[in-house]
């Protein structure tokens, strides 16, 4: 007997569960206000399923009738596989076929006017544009369907808030790398090389490991380039102090903004007072202190020119900030292997078929078919190889505008 499957549609999903699949449904294209899908089960009985015994189901949004994954991504069940929630998007942890866990950012586009759902596309995509850098977070690819989109990110495990350190930071050397790595994503990687703006530059969104190796998150726009040197310079400056706000939580007039700016540098100068004017001795035993010294001074000298009122000296002095010989391996390191990878773009939208690959279905007139098979079997006319077979299958079922997710791939190519 087929298997069946009902799926409520008159009950709205909430945002906190997965919007997507189980590894044997697809479903069809979605229509106005409704979406149909068809279950393919595993099932001895081959007749009964030729005859079409399977139920049709309906939903809101095909997306709703996937439960358990999309395309290679399996979502993690339960609290651990939710990893954050906005106001329009979801994040969830999924896993991939490679066995590597990723971040799934899931944005509903259905529910929103079209001007608004593309608005809510121009931050995945100004994401997936910006050229690889050690300090934003990886993106492996987006997902879209009709009325969903879902950006695949690498999955940051190791990280914590950089508002989680304790503080006052007494680690000067490890300031002076969060101050380079800040410094070369934002100018080197958004501004110049992405053309965007970050514009939420916080310790909340700035992430790091044991190693002090940085991850930044948040939203990305076109301008205000100004007042990300402004949200680095308040960064380092509640780093060095221990306080969040600094200079207060809500000045807005300029002088008092600059005078506040004046007395915390004071207090930097007063809490790393032990930093300031250390001999420069050349003994093995002081390279330390001389490297500390240094480390000191380029901070301290960064701190105050990025908290300037005049937006153009800011700039200027971003500009000419130089960066550890360390840090600029790693970036130069970082993109030659990123380019090595392939950025991974799914479609389920109709589309013109352009490829083929001969396959026959086995039906009981065939020689080897058994009755006693499970499913569907598709015999494989020029004994493609077996990637070659996979991927055709799921190129098919794409541009006939089906949703599918594959949780295992078989490994017989000749079936």
Known sequence: MGKTLYVPTNVAKEEDEHPGAGSHYVSGRIHPGIAKAVQ????KDFAALLKGREEVLTAR???????????????????????GKGKFSTVYKVKGLDGKFYALKHTPLYPHHPLIAARLLREPTLLAQIPPHPCLIGVQGWIKTPDHFYLVEDLSSEHVPLSELPTPLENISLVRKILDQLVSVVRDGLHRDGRVCHRDLKAENILINDHGDLVLLGVYRYYGPE?????????????????????????????VMAHNVKECLQEVDHIHKHLRGLPRSTAGSDIDRMQAQDDWDTVRDAVEEFLLIDGNARISAFERYQLDECIQKHVANHKVKVEKLRFKTISFETAPLKYTLPMTLQTPKDPTFSMGMDGLRLRNVRLAPTHKVHSYIKYLLRSSGYELHITAMCHDASE
Not at 67 to 81: L, N, R
Not at 233 to 255: D, F, K, N, V
């Open 40 to 43: 393919l089960v595993q099932d």
């Open 61 to 83: 949004s095909a997306d709703e009738l996937l439960h358990t994954g999309i395309a290679d991504y399996t979502f993690i069940p339960g609290a651990e596989g939710i990893l």
């Open 227 to 255: 007042l990300d040197i402004w949200c680095i310079g308040l960064t380092m400056l509640a780093l060095l102090t221990g306080r969040r706000y600094p200079i207060g939580a809500s000045h807005t007039h300029l002088e």
